[in-house]
């Protein structure tokens, strides 16, 4: 299947301040932020892309503008509710330092999947729905751009993690162990047999290794299968 560029949004006027964000309407970029996306966008100018989802909320749309800024040409930009940041319920725009205090927020840490926020959504119906989401999306931009189809999915830190770990084969309770900063980017190529994850919290390099190859046949890679002895890489770029 296609491959998809899971970027997380840039650093907010929240994120700055120590508060937890959730869907709070009106949570923007500051400038260390909108340089964060302009730089991520300028990493991919030589990825042709098929396509660029978002998540509703407005610092995520403001990234995905930023990163279709540098490029030549229009790309598709749509906007996908799977992708929206988890509902943090009662915890909403409230303080990371106060909520640390809570009895919930050991819980978060070390068994995510038992995790119900007061008058949310539990973590595991997040991991549900934003897995749902890109893996119903990248079937979708396969089925009309072909498997070598590039997209972008724009999206927050705890829905990437949870994308993450279900392509890393992880259970839930293990993806506190991966970090995704602010306009980071992290790589999943979808296969008939399996997802492999090309790069995690990735934040500097050209992308441009993402690009399709010119093929004369479907080889081994294409269809899902592991290279015995690893291989040369994607598409026989760097990492």
Same mark, same amino acid.
């Given at each position: 299947?296609?491959t998809?560029?899971?970027?997380?949004?840039?650093?907010?006027?929240?994120?700055?301040?120590?508060?937890?964000?959730g869907?709070?309407?009106?949570?923007?970029l500051?400038?260390?932020?909108?340089?964060?996306?302009?730089?991520?966008?300028?990493?991919?100018?030589?990825?042709?892309?098929?396509?660029v989802v978002?998540?509703?909320l407005?610092?995520?749309?403001?990234?995905?503008?930023?990163?279709?800024?540098?490029?030549?040409?229009?790309?598709?930009?749509?906007?996908?509710?799977?992708?929206?940041?988890?509902?943090?319920?009662e915890?909403?725009?409230?303080?990371?330092?106060e909520?640390?205090?809570?009895?919930?927020?050991?819980?978060v840490?070390?068994?995510?999947?038992?995790?119900?926020?007061?008058?949310?959504?539990?973590?595991?119906?997040?991991?549900?729905?934003?897995v749902?989401?890109?893996?119903?999306?990248?079937?979708?931009?396969?089925?009309?751009?072909?498997a070598?189809?590039?997209w972008?999915?724009?999206?927050?830190?705890?829905?990437i993690?949870?994308?993450?770990?279900?392509?890393?084969?992880?259970?839930?309770?293990?993806?506190?162990?991966?970090?995704?900063?602010?306009?980071?980017?992290?790589?999943?190529?979808?296969?008939?047999t #399996?997802?492999?994850?090309? %790069? @995690?919290?990735?934040? =500097?390099?050209?992308? $441009?290794?993402? !690009?399709? &190859?010119? #093929?004369k046949?479907?080889? %081994? @890679?294409?269809?899902? =299968?592991a290279?015995? $002895?690893?291989? !040369?890489? &994607?598409?026989?770029?760097?990492?």
């Open positions: 299947m296609a998809v560029i899971l970027v997380r949004h840039g650093r907010t006027t929240a994120n700055a301040g120590g508060m937890l964000a869907r709070t309407p009106g949570v923007r500051d400038e260390t932020g909108r340089g964060q996306a302009t730089r991520a966008g300028e990493r991919m100018v030589s990825v042709p892309l098929a396509a978002s998540s509703p407005e610092r995520c749309r403001q990234t995905a503008k930023a990163l279709l800024a540098a490029r030549q040409g229009a790309v598709p930009l749509t906007t996908e509710r799977g992708l929206t940041e988890c509902d943090y319920g915890w909403q725009g409230r303080a990371i330092k909520l640390a205090k809570e009895p919930l927020w050991k819980v840490q070390a068994q995510p999947s038992a995790a119900v926020f007061p008058g949310g959504e539990s973590m595991q119906a997040m991991q549900a729905r934003a749902g989401a890109v893996r119903r999306l990248d079937a979708a931009i396969e089925a009309e751009h072909g070598d189809a590039v972008v999915a724009v999206s927050h830190g705890d829905i993690k949870s994308i993450l770990a279900d392509a890393l084969g992880m259970h839930l309770d293990l993806f506190q162990r991966l970090h995704v900063d602010p306009a980071s980017v992290s790589v999943v190529r979808y296969t008939g #399996r997802p492999f994850v090309l %790069a @995690t919290n990735s934040h =500097d390099g050209d992308l $441009g290794w993402l !690009a399709p &190859p010119k #093929r046949r479907r080889s %081994a @890679t294409a269809r899902g =299968d290279v015995v $002895g690893g291989g !040369a890489g &994607p598409h026989s770029g760097p990492h």
